[in-house]
């Protein structure tokens, strides 16, 4: 252990940098003059995610307790980029008049949050899995409830950290398990001693149990609308790329790694799942009127696609997760940017207040148009290209059936991802949102996302360097 | 110590944690749900030093294991008594029946 090896935590350690500069300019800046916490937050996001990606870092330290590669590397890139974009739209809320006196408190528990991610999916051990997966919940629960004069945001916060205190026990009941059978916490002499018996079958289904809560999976799913509804919308946002992206990215890693000799069993118990998260996700949120439940639903249903890569197993199959992933960070940054924008300009959050959109705020309903093509897989756009890799990932090792339900599902989606479209486009309203100009910060982010969404998919190097990357699963 | 056998404890361990399971989903008071968290991971707890103690006495992962789910468990009950007091501030009240803004 010298400092070189201390080098390796250079995101984590920057990240905790950023957090304490922060905190300091919260400290030493005067009470009603804090304007420059958030081009501060923003530039020192933007420097820390051009750091990691130009000098990856790759090796173990901690005795193999923190491992860092190009795989994870590439992983803590995309939640990198999309941190930023959620950033650059929360200008408008966090400039609001109840909220400016806590501006560099979002910012800061939105660092320490992160933070638990990198560590998560940097882990080499439960331990440090578990230890990645706290200190990544505990502040969004925080910040769900940061419009705490609210009763909305109130209830969402305390449904989240219940239910989360209960996912994580749920999750360490089974890692007790496979410490009796295996003797070990750590990732390789787990994958060494695991056989499949009853007791380390058993804490394998706990550990999936409660990863699935993180990833809002169908039989857990029951806080992801509550939540994703009460909070504030940039909080919403970042729960449902960032927080889920690495949830899902470790569930993959762990279960490609620690645990390919039950392949047979959770590849039965994903196909299950996958199909039930599609399925309810899809026709539930058919029904809803509030934009931010409609996303939520849609998120849950997209979670549901995102195991179907899963089913890919190895090289392919990460390759493709990782690349959902990042195309999931930019097509619902996108949609959530607009729904930020409109609800920071007039409050509103409903369907119905959508109507006759286009007329007023062309740009806005274009990109929103953009974002929702994309989620529904509509050709030119990323979104296709994300299920598609998806498909044929999972066809490739012969799931007919679930390919059969999946393409169904998509066709269920293109329904409802079409509802806002026509209240935005056909609809008549008497009394439309009036024209409205957007801040800077969130035309950026709404750019970023713009152009993420229209090339990631073309330009096929993106998919190929993830699937390189993955190499060796 | 050594003529309790092991079985008694994880038997201990499970009835806990299955009581915690219970008292989440039955009870309507929000404290006592916290408690019931609290409850299920005491058990793991109980799991982690059992196990290490009898199956595996020449190391100690799973000593430490219990040492930072108790320091972690502190820490989120602190934000979850904030956020129910919070709660006790919005809606006078801490029963999760009452606390029904959203639903559906």
């Not at chain 1, 994870?72 to 008049?97: C, H, P």
């Not at chain 1, 007790?176 to 394998?204: C, H, N, Q, W």
């Not at chain 1, 999931?328 to 207040?353: H, P, Q, R």
């Amino acid at each position: 252990m010298n400092f070189q090896d201390l080098l390796l935590m250079q995101h984590e350690l920057l990240l905790t940098l950023a957090a304490l500069v922060v905190l300091c300019v919260e400290i030493f800046s005067p009470e009603n003059n804090k304007r420059m916490v958030v081009p501060l937050a923003v530039f020192s996001m933007l420097l820390i995610a051009a750091v990691s990606f130009f000098f990856p870092t790759s090796g173990k330290a901690f005795g193999d307790m923190y491992q860092s590669d190009t795989l994870r590397g590439a992983m803590k890139s995309v939640l990198d980029i999309a941190t930023l974009i959620v950033f650059l739209q929360s200008y408008g809320w966090v400039n609001k008049e109840e909220n400016r006196n806590k501006i560099s408190e979002f910012f800061i528990i939105i660092f320490s949050s992160l933070i638990g991610m990198n560590f998560m999916i940097s882990s080499g051990d439960f331990l440090m899995l578990y230890l990645g997966l706290e200190l990544a919940t505990i502040p969004i629960a925080a910040l769900a409830a940061f419009d705490r004069y609210k009763m909305k945001s109130a209830e969402a916060g305390i449904k989240l950290i219940l239910s989360s205190a209960l996912s994580t026990a749920i999750l360490l009941y089974g890692l007790s398990m496979i410490y009796a059978t295996t003797g070990s916490i750590y990732f390789d002499e787990v994958r060494a001693a695991f056989k499949p018996d009853a007791l380390s079958v058993l804490g394998m289904i706990f550990f999936i149990t409660g990863m699935g809560f993180k990833m809002s999976l169908v039989p857990f799913h029951l806080w992801t609308a509550d939540v994703y509804e009460g909070s504030p919308i940039a909080v919403t946002s970042y729960l449902s790329v960032v927080s889920k992206g690495a949830a899902a990215f470790i569930f993959t890693f762990v279960l490609y790694t620690v645990f390919p000799i039950a392949s047979e069993i959770w590849l039965q118990v994903l196909v299950v799942l996958s199909i039930v998260t599609m399925t309810i996700g899809n026709l539930f949120a058919i029904r809803q009127g509030n934009m931010k439940r409609f996303l939520a639903f849609s998120s849950i249903a997209q979670a549901g696609f995102l195991l179907l890569g899963i089913l890919g197993q190895g090289q392919l199959g990460m390759g493709t997760v990782i690349f959902f992933l990042l195309v999931y960070v930019f097509t619902n940054l996108a949609a959530f940017s607009v729904v930020a924008a409109i609800s920071d300009a007039t409050g509103k959050e409903d369907m119905t207040d959508y109507n006759g959109l286009y007329k007023t705020n062309p740009n806005l309903s274009l990109m929103l148009m953009l974002a929702l093509f994309s989620l529904a897989g509509i050709p030119p756009v990323a979104g296709f290209f994300g299920k598609l890799f998806l498909f044929s990932a999972m066809a490739s090792k012969g799931y007919y059936i679930v390919l059969f339900i999946a393409v169904i599902n998509a066709t269920i989606s293109l329904y409802y991802y079409l509802l806002p479209v026509r209240a935005m486009f056909i609809n008549k309203s008497d009394n439309p949102i009036e024209h409205f100009k957007s801040n800077i910060y969130l035309k950026i982010g709404l750019g970023i996302s713009v152009v993420g969404i229209l090339l990631t998919g073309v330009f096929s190097i993106v998919y190929e360097y993830l699937i390189s990357v993955s190499a060796g699963l | 110590m050594e003529h309790i056998p092991l079985q008694y404890f994880l038997i201990l361990s499970t009835l806990m944690f299955f009581i915690g399971v219970a008292g989440f989903i039955i009870r309507r008071n929000l404290i006592t749900i916290l408690m019931s968290v609290e409850l299920m991971l005491n058990s793991v707890n109980i799991n982690f030093v059992a196990i290490n103690r009898y199956l595996y006495p020449d190391q100690m992962q799973g000593h430490f294991f219990s040492l930072f789910i108790v320091a972690i468990a502190a820490a989120e009950a602190s934000v979850a008594i904030a956020l129910i007091i919070n709660i006790y501030r919005r809606f006078d009240t801490i029963e999760v029946t009452e606390v029904k803004e959203m639903k559906y």
